[in-house]
């Protein structure tokens, strides 16, 4: 079983659309996260939930909102998509005493 | 902030050769993880070290902290084809998240 699962795999999408991205993990981690890849492979904390609570939020538009209906889930909903948000949008899950982080494999998304 | 900086950028090695990748950050940690990344998929972590240890071994993989120096390297021992990935350091901001550095592309030719 996948540990940490997002879909879509890939996701092409015009301008001004509005489109989400799943995460699940069945680690029973509290902590879970999305990071941004952009095309220099540089990743970027966008946010951080604990618990279903919102504990990080990095300056991020707020057309990106995160919604965790359960600590198992953490969706990533983007409001009218431009260009610059092309680029690989990675969730992760972990728990505080065990220290390593777990990774989907990443939802390419490529506005046009 | 950028909190972890690789060095080199890029590492080419021929098979057999040791890698050896350097890793700085700017604040105090917890503890300083690496990850590997292979192209077109997610970060599968390697080793932690805590940042009350100096060295520490998995495999053919040897890391050192050095907290003095806010720094930390990663030794590729052996090196085989497949290890042939994106490397990073990442630092625990005490469980609140990681912060990675730029990474470093090693390719190892047979």
């Known amino acids: 079983d996948t540990a940490v699962s997002q879909t879509p795999k890939y996701l092409v999408t015009q301008m001004g659309n509005d489109k989400s991205i799943k995460c699940e993990q069945n680690?029973?981690?509290?902590?879970m996260y999305w990071y941004k890849q952009d095309s220099k492979k540089f990743l970027k904390i966008m946010f951080s939930?604990?618990?279903?609570?919102?504990?990080i939020n990095e300056t991020v538009p707020n057309r990106f909102s995160p919604k965790s209906p359960d600590k198992a889930h953490l969706n990533l909903h983007i409001n009218s998509l431009e260009l610059g948000d092309s680029a690989v949008y990675f969730c992760a899950s972990s728990h505080p005493r065990m220290g390593e982080a777990f990774f989907g494999q990443g939802t390419r998304l490529t506005v046009v | 902030s950028q909190q972890g900086e690789e060095d080199p950028q890029a590492l080419s090695i021929q098979e057999g050769e040791n890698a050896t990748m350097n890793c700085s950050y700017k604040?105090?940690?917890?503890?300083l993880q690496w990850y590997r990344q292979n192209s077109g998929r997610g970060l599968v972590h390697l080793i932690l070290?805590?940042?009350?240890?100096r060295e520490k071994h998995s495999g053919r993989l040897r890391v050192t902290l050095d907290t003095s120096k806010k720094s930390s390297s990663l030794l590729i021992t052996a090196s085989r084809a497949a290890d042939t990935a994106s490397y990073f350091c990442?630092?625990?901001?005490?469980?609140?998240?990681?912060?990675f550095g730029p990474g470093t592309r090693l390719s190892v030719l047979p």
């Open positions: 680690l029973g981690h509290d902590t």
């Open positions: 070290i805590r940042s009350n240890e």
């Open positions: 939930y604990n618990n279903k609570e919102l504990i």
């Open positions: 990442a630092t625990d901001n005490y469980g609140q998240n990681f912060v």
């Open positions: 604040t105090s940690i917890n503890n």
